[in-house]
């Protein structure tokens, strides 16, 4: 648990490893029409790896976006927006409709002993290999449109960057983990109770996450307050899955 | 603790420190592979192998077959192994050459030249393409070479983080500062670079939280990536006492917490040894030490592994 004093936007990996394992209960618990979850441990480190298809008919539009408010003093506010707007002219630029029907995106969320975080790694599946691994792919198949400014603000170029995998040292995408601390004090402030490194893990889904498209289906979101453990308050009952 | 002599004699010996070089163009884009000169070079060990590529894309230019090719499509291999550009280039030639680390004879750090015994492995012999770039080992860089600059800032940033629990000191550096920084690493000048690296080497009023010290594991080629050069990387909290007590953590007493397999003893090394620059760097050194005086340009203490 992140005591109000404690969290200052870090979680421990014991904690992330717990989050992890926590998620990933859920998620078989959960109906994902098209979304899968993997829990996978490699070098004694724990991580998820979340994979969904490449909507490239969604292109440049907050589809499924997960949206947490953190700034008032009640239980997170927890949305799901699956509308489905056609962005005809985005679409247009992409691929052939085969290419689309195979494309996918390729979540890894590792741990930052380094930042104490959790870090957002990508691939994208199934396009031309110089698309799948252009910057600019992401911005137009991922980032949603009212977060490229603050994206791209971020470094010397743009807080979505390429880097080789930690683990298997494949080039892949990045959300630099340098401000995610700060992002999270920020969230976790206005939660006026004890926060479990699940919904930690949650609450970074919708401010990492939601920044390059990764979101989890409510019912997986409200699931992380039911079971674990009882020493949250939670504000509001709710049901256990 | 080191002496303030002994500290600055040590991190002038490791500025200088530098590698021949003979890189020759890969043999299926050269039109006359016979004929074309190697190009030769004394480089840095700290600096980064891509600051070269302007001047051999120009060295290379008339014996390229495809001419359109662009200096920043250039990338590096040593016996089929591609290099990361973002490492420095003694960090590549320690983990990658297979030339064994000089051992310190005395604690006189004017003997532990790192050239003593790897002339057989000198010139260090590279291969440079600007095609068929390795997509499933290096990071693939835009036109300007704006990548490099930031795979370093970042890494700086992260460095900055483990020391203070805050990536404030490079971020409050002026943008001038900070452009005077990446031109002194570029041009490896260490006038222009040690007063900035200082300040955030010596942050003002906040104790060394950790070092940042990134260990180098040597793994064999896997089946699906036979050539992919990729290493296995170990990080902790590595902080300046140990823990529980006021005793300075040593090297030694670092490595065998880290990775008590390799390092069973924490004063001797028994199966592995610690390389560093070069050379084997003894157990009983501190991390603090080490971290004032012989880290990497980008603040990190980047430490190969190699078995006994």
Redesign the interface.
Known sequence: MFSQQEHCGFITEQKFDEACQRLAQLAIGTNLPDSRVEIRRD?GHRYLIISRPLQLDHLRQPSARLAISGSGEETPDISVDRSNVEDEDVAAVHHSSASQASSSVRYHILYS???QVPVLYFFLHGLP?LKA?NVDTVYHALVPQHLQDEAKAV???GGI????H?I????CFWV?P?NTAEAMKDMLKGIEREVSPAEYLMIWFGKVGASVGLSLPIEMISGTNAGGSKTYDLGEPRDEI | MTSTKEAKNLLSCIWDGSLPLEIRLSASECRIYDQADPYLIQYPRLSYLPFLLPHLHAFFAPSFIDPEVIPYDGWFSFEDVPLKWQYPLGLLYDLVSGASPSQASGLDVEDRSPLDKQDEHLPWRLTLHFTEWPEHALVRPDAEGKMLHDAFINSVKEADFLRNGTAKGIMSLSKDDSTKLWNAVQEHDFESFDPISRRLLYAQGAPLRHVPLKIYLPSSPTVSEPTSGHLRVVQSLITPSTPGSREPQSLGTALHALLPSLFPSRRTPILAKAVLHGAVVPMGALVEDLMRTAAYLDGWVHLGVVMM
């Open positions: 070098e002993i380094s930042y290999t691994r470094g010397v170029m960057g390429m880097t080789n930690p298997n040292g494949i080039p630099h340098c």
